[in-house]
C-alpha cells in the first residue's frame, strides 16, 4: 500500500515569509496528524483532525500557524509569517478510524524547514 | 506531561542487550514505540495497551506497568540494524494525542 505522501522535501525561507507543506495521508485513514520535530527532539503534536474535523490544535500557535483538511483526505500546514524557531521537521502521519488509542500511527518523510 | 525516556542514549556491541526506559508522571492509556533513524519517519514498533501487551517483533519486546505509569522497551542480541533513535509515546486518556518523549539514542557498533 501507498504510504503518507509529504511535499515539499526540503524548505530554505527567510524569516517572515510564508510556507506550506503538503500531505497525503493513506488511502482510508480518517485521522490525521501534523507534528514539528526540532532536532534532537521527540514529536510535539500540532493538529490532530479526524476526518475533516479538528479533535486537537492545543498546540497549534495559532497565530502564524494555521491547517485544514478539505474532503477529508489531503492537508495543509502554513507558517505565515516563520520565525527562525519554526525552523523544525514537519512529519505528517495517519491512522485509522480507531485513532492512536489501538492503532499505530503511519508517518510520512517529513519536510525539513530551515528559516534564515 | 511529556514522559521521560531513559537513558538518553545507549552504545552496544552487535549481539548485547539493551533496556529503554519511558515514564509518565498520569495514569497511561496506552504506550507506543517507535525507532526513527536518522534523516527518515519515525516507525511504529508496538502498542501496549492499557490491560495487556502487545508484542510487535521477535527480539524487540515491552512492558507495560500500569501502577509504575511506565514502560519499558527490551532489544536482544542487538543487530546493527537496531540502531536509531527510540520514541515511546503515551495516551493519557481514550480520545487523547500522543505524546512523545525526547527520543534515546541507540549505537550498535560491530
Known amino acids: 500500500e501507498a504510504g503518507v505522501a509529504q511535499s515539499p522535501r526540503y524548505k530554505i525561507i527567510e524569516k517572515r515569509q510564508s510556507v506550506a507543506f503538503w500531505c497525503n495521508p493513506i488511502?482510508?485513514?480518517?485521522?490525521l496528524y501534523w507534528y514539528q520535530q526540532i532536532l534532537g527532539q521527540g514529536p510535539k503534536l500540532l493538529i490532530q483532525f479526524q476526518n475533516n474535523g479538528v479533535v486537537d490544535d492545543s498546540q497549534l500557535p495559532k497565530d502564524r500557524f494555521s491547517a485544514e483538511r478539505l474532503k477529508g483526505v489531503d492537508s495543509t500546514l502554513k507558517i505565515q509569517p516563520a520565525k527562525l524557531e519554526d525552523s523544525a521537521v514537519y512529519l505528517c502521519a495517519s491512522s485509522s478510524l480507531r485513532g492512536a488509542l489501538h492503532e499505530k500511527l503511519f508517518f510520512g518523510s517529513g519536510t525539513q524547514l530551515s528559516v534564515l | 506531561q511529556q514522559p521521560v525516556q531513559s537513558p538518553q542514549a545507549v552504545i552496544l556491541r552487535e549481539g548485547e542487550d539493551a533496556v529503554i526506559n519511558c515514564s509518565s508522571s498520569?495514569?497511561?492509556?496506552?504506550v507506543h514505540w517507535y525507532r526513527q533513524k536518522h534523516g527518515e519517519a519515525p516507525v511504529f514498533l508496538m502498542i501496549?495497551?492499557?490491560?495487556?501487551e502487545q508484542k510487535g517483533h521477535e527480539k524487540i519486546s515491552a512492558s507495560f506497568n500500569e501502577k509504575k505509569q511506565q514502560s519499558s522497551l527490551y532489544l536482544t542480541a542487538s543487530q546493527l540494524s537496531y540502531s536509531g533513535t527510540y520514541f515511546c509515546g503515551i495516551l493519557i486518556n481514550q480520545g487523547g494525542k500522543l505524546i512523545f518523549g525526547q527520543g534515546t539514542e541507540l549505537s550498535v557498533k560491530p
Open positions: 488511502s482510508g485513514h480518517a485521522t
Open positions: 501496549l495497551l492499557k490491560g495487556g
Open positions: 498520569k495514569a497511561l492509556y496506552s
